[in-house]
């Protein structure tokens, strides 16, 4: 007598086998709603774009107003003077020629005297800004031509002008009157065309 109750049975059994190692065998699906490696990956912030200087203050910078040294092999001359109104501040400019680079000192004075000669200069104003602008030689050292002595510049708000009093033992004062005597400055270089810059604070009342 035959069992033919069984046959299905192991038909049964081999189905589920082969879909056993089919299981076994594919890759493994993906969770649902799982993203990618690469669609998971986070873009990179956006780059804070760095705030402008404010052109109605000078920066906080303890030396803005340091001194400096010349460099070794300068030889320079003043070529040029000029005075400008931006907003928030006076500037001037020292134009230079020569090789090297300058050094310079600046202070505050009551009035503006003049060495060798002690002459006093009228610059108007209710103080004085004294630029030293050290490292500078003859013209007939420098072979640059030198912008002649006593030459004045209009001011603009708080400089009420400004004046190069000549070159003398290897360096020359540049006088800036000012309307305000305590007024915040800051001093640096500029290169191509070299040149000494001082900006002046106007009052912000």
């Given at each position: 007598?035959?069992?033919?109750?069984?046959?299905?049975?192991?038909?049964?059994?081999a189905a589920a086998a082969l879909v056993l190692?089919?299981?076994?065998?594919?890759?493994?699906?993906?969770?649902?709603?799982?993203?990618?490696p690469d669609?998971?990956?986070?873009?990179?912030?956006?780059?804070?774009?760095?705030p402008s200087p404010s052109a109605t203050a000078l920066p906080g910078d303890p030396d803005a107003g340091a001194d400096a040294e010349?460099?070794?092999?300068?030889?320079?001359?003043?070529?040029?003077?000029?005075?400008?109104?931006?907003t928030g501040y006076d500037r001037v400019v020292v134009d230079?020629?020569?090789?090297?680079?300058p050094g310079w000192h600046v202070e505050r004075q009551a009035?503006?005297?003049?060495?060798?000669?002690?002459?006093?200069?009228?610059?108007?104003?209710?103080?004085?800004?004294?630029?030293?602008v050290t490292g500078l030689g003859y013209p007939y050292d420098t072979g640059v031509e030198e912008l002649p002595a006593g030459t004045r510049t209009p001011g603009g708000t708080v400089v009420t002008g400004a004046e190069f009093t000549g070159t003398f033992e290897g360096q020359t004062q540049v006088f800036l009157g000012l309307?305000?005597?305590?007024?915040?400055?800051?001093?640096?270089?500029?290169?191509?065309?070299?040149?000494?810059?001082?900006?002046v604070q106007r009052s912000m009342a």
């Amino acid at each position: 007598m035959t069992a033919p109750a069984r046959r299905p049975l192991l038909a049964g059994t081999a189905a589920a086998a082969l879909v056993l190692l089919a299981a076994c065998g594919g890759p493994e699906p993906a969770a649902p709603g799982s993203p990618s490696p690469d669609a998971a990956t986070s873009p990179a912030p956006a780059a804070t774009p760095a705030p402008s200087p404010s052109a109605t203050a000078l920066p906080g910078d303890p030396d803005a107003g340091a001194d400096a040294e010349p460099s070794a092999d300068a030889r320079l001359t003043v070529t040029g003077l000029r005075t400008g109104t931006h907003t928030g501040y006076d500037r001037v400019v020292v134009d230079l020629g020569g090789v090297g680079t300058p050094g310079w000192h600046v202070e505050r004075q009551a009035a503006a005297v003049e060495d060798p000669t002690g002459d006093t200069l009228d610059l108007g104003g209710e103080g004085v800004l004294a630029v030293y602008v050290t490292g500078l030689g003859y013209p007939y050292d420098t072979g640059v031509e030198e912008l002649p002595a006593g030459t004045r510049t209009p001011g603009g708000t708080v400089v009420t002008g400004a004046e190069f009093t000549g070159t003398f033992e290897g360096q020359t004062q540049v006088f800036l009157g000012l309307t305000d005597p305590e007024a915040p400055y800051r001093v640096f270089l500029l290169q191509d065309p070299l040149r000494l810059v001082v900006d002046v604070q106007r009052s912000m009342a």
